[in-house]
Structures are given as C-alpha cells and as structure tokens.
C-alpha cells in the first residue's frame, strides 16, 4: 500500500530534522575548540544567512516552475555536503565554505516540502499534518543530538558533522523512495505563468497583510538570533558541562515539540501571532539577573515552547492569503526576509558580546520581542 501524502510528510520531516541534529549539542563549542571566538563564531552564520538570502527567493521561484519536491530533494544534497565539509576542515575559511553550502541546500529546502503538502492538500489538512510532523521531528532528534554530543566529547568534535551529512545523504534517498508516486502537482493543478522574483515583491509590498507578516518575521528572526548563538556559553558559563549539552537538546526537543502540537489549537488570524512571540520573550527577559543554572535552564527551557509555534503560526496565517502557483516564491520572499532579519541579530549581538555578556544580550532580545507582542496586539486582524 502506498503512503499518503500527509503521511509522507510526516516521515520526510523527521528524516531531514533527526539527520542534522548530531551537532546540536556541540556547535558553538565545536567553533570555540577550533580557536575562533564569539564574534567570529557569528560572523559565520552571516555567511549562512548571506548566501541564504540571496538564493532563497529564486529557489523559491524554482519551485513553482519545475515543482518543491526535486527543489527540497536536491537541497538535502547540498545541506549533507555542508555537513561533510564542516567535519572534514578546521580553518575559519573552510567553515565559511561549509556555511555557504550549507545556505544553497537550506534555501532549496526552506518551506518547499511545507508548500508541496498545502497544495495538494487543504488548510485545515495542512496545519494539522505540519504539527504532527514537527511534534514528532523534534522528538526525534533527541537521540542523535545525544549521541552526538557523546561521540563528539569522546571521538572528536568533527564527528558529528560528518554523521549529519552521511545521514542527510540516507535521508535524500529513503524520501525520494517514499514519494516517487505523488506528483509534484495535484490533479485538479491549473497551469499558470508564475510572476519573477522582484514582481512578486512588488506585489507583496503593496499587499497590507502579507507585507506586515514579512516584517514582524524578520524582526523575531533579528530577536531570537542571541538565543540560537549563546544558549551553549550561557549554560557552560553557570556551570554547565560540554559533555552534557547533547542532554539538554532533550528538553528543547520536547518543548518545541510541544509548542508545535499546540500551534494546531491557536486560531489562524493576524492577531493570534503575539501568542508564540510572548512565549519567546517573556521567559529569557530576567535571563541576566537570574544566578542559578537550573533557573536559566528552566526559562531557557520554557521560551522553546514558543519556538515550536512561531514557524507553524507564521505558516498557517501567510499561506491563507497566498495562490498555490506562487506559494513557494511568496513563503521564500517571507524566509529571505527572515533570513536578513537573522544577519542583523547575529552582527548586532556578536559585537554587543564585545562589551556585554550573552545573558544580557538575551535580555535585550526578550524586550524587542515583547514590543512586538504588543504592536500585535494593538494592530486589526
């Protein structure tokens, strides 16, 4: 019996989420072990999200054309050979060059799969299959985090890269397997000419609901962005152990997850996005006056929930205003924005490291995502 649609799905997004996540626990500290610094540490996630931005709109744009489904398979390509390159060099350079191909294979799968699934199938269909498969590919990156945080601290480092990009490759050809027999495109599809890239911007700038989306995306993306680079050094900082990181990836795994589940019951309107923001924000805003590892841990902890709504809500919200033969070019534009967002946070909070440490960053972060919360609230549906 072949699977279904939603089914596959599910399985894909778990292959691809549970392959990349042997480096969770050890990223930072991998960067920091090869001699490079905080700042330099940032400077490469720039790279990432440079190279991100640049290709994400046209991939985007690609996948409309030619389908999401061989634009998502090829992008599992390039984010495994991303991964091998990290594992197999030490130099900043060589990092730098990982990044980027690591960004070319991010672009090519970012939301493409997500897409794929909405049109072949309805909302309601769509944001309840998108929980599930997130609910449950958080889950199962715990064990691959976990281990390879041990053999990392065991073996090496480098390990973990070169296990995410050998499954990455497994992953590619275990869902090409999977979805060989559904179409790129459902049958009732109707064959449209999909506008370029910049006229689609034009339009979107000129669209009140999917402009202001794309807006508060890149600036929760800016905000979140110190979150993402200096949970490792804050928590090894309070007294926790390298060895342990990998653990605590199952806390963060299982919150996400739950924050996804719950996206499902958050009502699909404009003003429901302050829901995940606040969840965000508000636990990591005393973040830098709070002295105990446990404490930090705990609010560190409870702001997952919110990450694992964001990306659904956002999701949910934009494409019940998007046509299905522009859906990949607009959710890219939207992920582009993000990703400019991203670039901004990692330069902004990088330097501020220089002059103040990571737990206030953190806190300036929670005050930009309370502002947001509460223009939100104050905004129209």
Not at 66 to 79: A, H
Request: net charge positive.
């Amino acid at each position: 019996m072949k699977p279904k649609i939603e089914t596959v799905f599910v399985l894909a997004k778990v292959l691809e989420q549970a392959s990349s996540a042997w480096f969770f626990g050890t990223y930072v500290i991998f960067l920091t072990a090869a001699g490079l610094t905080l700042l330099q540490a940032n400077l490469l996630n720039v790279v990432f999200m440079s190279v991100s931005t640049l290709f994400d709109p046209f991939t985007g744009n690609l996948a409309d054309k030619i389908g999401q489904k061989k634009v998502y398979l090829f992008g599992l390509f390039f984010w495994g050979t991303g991964m091998l390159v990290y594992g197999l060099n030490h130099t900043f350079a060589m990092f730098a060059v990982a990044e980027g191909t690591s960004a070319i294979g991010h672009a090519l799968i970012s939301e493409a799969l997500e897409s794929w699934l909405r049109n072949h199938t309805s909302e309601k269909v769509t944001r309840v299959t998108s929980a599930k498969a997130q609910t449950w590919a958080k889950m199962a990156t715990i064990p691959a985090a976990l281990s390879g945080a041990f053999i990392g601290s065991k073996y090496g480092l480098s390990w973990p890269w070169i296990l995410a990009g050998l499954s990455s490759f497994v992953a590619l050809m275990l869902i090409w397997f999977l979805s060989r027999h559904i179409p790129e495109r459902p049958k009732r599809w109707q064959v449209t000419s999909v506008p370029g890239v910049w006229s689609m911007i034009k339009i979107m700038i000129k669209n009140r609901i999917l402009k202001r989306v794309v807006v508060i995306y890149a600036v929760v993306a800016a905000a979140v962005m110190p979150f993402n680079m200096f949970w490792q050094i804050v928590l090894r900082d309070a007294g926790g152990k390298p060895e342990w990181m990998g653990s605590v990836w199952i806390g963060i795994a299982l919150l996400t997850a739950l924050g996804a589940k719950l996206s499902a019951r958050i009502r699909n309107g404009f003003r429901s996005l302050w829901i995940p923001v606040i969840f965000i924000g508000l636990p990591l805003i005393g973040a830098a006056f709070v002295p105990n590892l446990w404490l930090i841990l705990g609010l560190f902890f409870t702001h997952e929930i919110g990450r694992g709504m964001w990306p659904l809500v956002v999701f949910n919200y934009s494409n019940r205003h998007i046509k299905s033969g522009v859906r990949s070019t607009v959710n890219s534009i939207r992920s582009t924005a993000g990703t400019i967002g991203g670039v901004v946070g990692l330069l902004v909070s990088g330097i501020l490291t220089e002059v103040i440490n990571p737990r206030q960053v953190w806190t300036i972060s929670a005050l930009v995502l309370l502002v947001v919360t509460l223009w939100v609230r104050r905004q129209r549906s």
